[in-house]
């Protein structure tokens, strides 16, 4: 290839002499090598092999100097070559520091200068790349295309929370490294692109060019990222994931549309609506974060399409469908959870137990309005409806025995405007209920004034209680019908 380095050139660094044994890649900023050297483990000799990474600025640079092989370039360039040198060499440096970090991005053993440029040192990896797998295998299921592309998208999030971006995630940067067992684990490679950003979110290296691949790259790449900006990434991953399922490049992200998303998958495929959420055109339409782009493909996938989720306003109380058996709809009303309650109903951790009520089947006036329950009280059930009734039944006695006392049978007569048969008819009591209670008024006026005064709290309770079951009762209309 046009400007790589002889097969058998050796390589020499501080540590190591590498012998160059194939080209592996060529791109506008540098050429990758397959390389091989004789390491010692202990005293023990071992062959192996590695991967180098050359600066080499192909619109800029010419291989020259006394052995032919040094990087050379005119001096009107001079400028911008030192300037993509500088930032290569720190761009090495950090990825060395922080790929031991993450198994999913590759190993940096070393960075070193030689023939006028810089060289970096990494794993070699065994198991070809993302791209030839799926040309060979053809397209892969939902479940497989997660499981492979998940750890990649974790390596870039663990990028993004250094303030890097690699914005350059495409089949043909991840790479599979085969263990002894069988194992294919994705690795993310080629960090030619990539740029570091200050806590202000501006690049701390220089842009060296408006590079894209195009399918993969979304439409902001094209105008240059000036400053952080995770969206980016997050498309290219959205990308190489339609890829993977397709098993073709997608389009140029300026002609990208959901329409093409949706006839470009098949049809058993669950991922459509979050692929393009991932591949929104704008930015700011897509997931922010790389864990949200999981999260809400893990969500797709597992998903019933028959009962989906959906987003309740915490500030509403849910209605609730019945469960099978049970006829009418179910409320669930009052607080799920109240960290503060003790009160009766409440569990000991505080978890206060909701308010469950079954309104029986009947004709609905709308059906499509939902029933909102204004106040707490909730309706009685039978066995206390039936105490209640008992005690109101003995209050109300209660409460005649002292309007009667108070003013007499003549009194009651003169206050109702009627006889004794009609107080007794709108009482409400039986012959032998009325005769009751009128023995009991002649006895209560034999009580002198202190005793009969001893009675009056048990009036004012009435009225009190009267008044909140008035209340109590035109919530419950309101609740119920």
């Known amino acids: 290839m046009k400007n790589a380095l002889p097969i058998g050139t050796i390589l020499q660094s501080g540590k190591q002499a590498y012998r160059i044994e194939q080209v592996l890649g060529v791109g506008g900023f540098g050429i990758t090598y397959k390389v091989s050297a004789t390491v010692k483990y202990g005293n023990v000799p071992i062959f192996t092999y590695f991967a180098i990474k050359e600066f080499f600025l192909d619109e800029a640079c010419e291989r020259g100097g006394t052995s032919g092989q040094e990087l050379v370039y005119s001096r009107p360039l001079k400028d911008k070559v030192e300037t993509g040198l500088h930032d290569f060499y720190g761009e090495a440096r950090r990825l060395e520091q922080l790929c031991g970090k993450n ?62 971006m690699h914005l350059d995630v495409k089949p043909d940067n991840v790479m599979f490294k085969i263990t002894p067992d069988g194992r294919r684990i994705p690795v993310l490679i080629d960090f030619g692109l990539a740029l570091h950003f200050s806590k202000e979110g501006r690049p701390t290296t220089s842009i060296r060019q408006l590079a894209c691949s195009e399918g993969y790259a979304p439409v902001e790449q094209y105008a240059g990222i000036q400053m952080f900006a995770p969206p980016a990434d997050i498309y290219a991953l959205t990308a190489t994931l339609l890829f993977m399922l397709t098993g073709k490049d997608p389009i140029i992200s300026t002609d990208m549309t959901p329409n093409y998303i949706a006839n470009a998958l098949p049809a058993s495929s669950k991922l459509k609506d979050a692929i393009v959420f991932g591949m929104a055109n704008q930015k700011f339409d897509r997931p922010q974060t790389v864990g949200t782009l999981i999260t809400a493909l893990e969500h797709s996938l597992t998903a019933n399409p028959e009962n989906k989720t959906k987003v309740i306003d915490p500030a509403k109380k849910p209605v609730v469908k019945p469960a099978s058996g049970v006829d009418g709809d179910v409320v669930i009303t009052g607080p799920l959870h109240n960290p503060q309650s003790n009160r009766a109903g409440g ?109 009056e709290p048990v009036a004012d309770s009435v009225a009190v209680y009267d008044e909140s079951l008035d209340n109590s009762s035109s919530s419950s209309e309101e609740a119920w019908f």
């Not at 990494?122 to 070809?128: A, D, Q, R, S, V």
């Not at 309104?359 to 709308?366: C, G």
């Not at 023995?439 to 002198?448: F, S």
């Open 103 to 164: 198994p999913n991005i590759v190993p940096v053993n070393e960075v070193f200068e030689a023939n006028g440029t810089v060289y970096y040192v990494m794993e070699f990896l065994n198991g070809g790349s993302l791209r030839n797998y799926v040309h060979t295998n053809g397209p892969m299921s939902d479940r497989d295309a997660l499981n492979v592309l998940e750890p990649i998208m974790k390596a870039v999030d663990y990028l993004h929370s250094n303030l890097i």
């Open 347 to 455: 569990n000991a951790n505080g978890t206060e137990r909701p308010t469950v009520l079954r309104r029986d089947a009947q004709p609905k006036k709308d059906a499509n309005k939902t029933v909102v329950r204004k106040s707490e009280p909730v309706k009685p059930t039978k066995k206390k409806r039936s105490l209640w009734i008992g005690v109101i039944s003995t209050v109300v006695v209660a409460a005649a025995i002292v309007l009667i006392v108070s003013v007499g049978a003549t009194g009651l007569s003169a206050l109702f405007g009627v006889g004794s048969e009609n107080v007794k008819y709108q009482s409400g009591l039986d012959d032998n209920e009325f005769e009751y209670v009128d023995h009991l008024g002649e006895l209560m006026e034999q009580m002198n004034s202190e005793e009969a005064a001893s009675l």
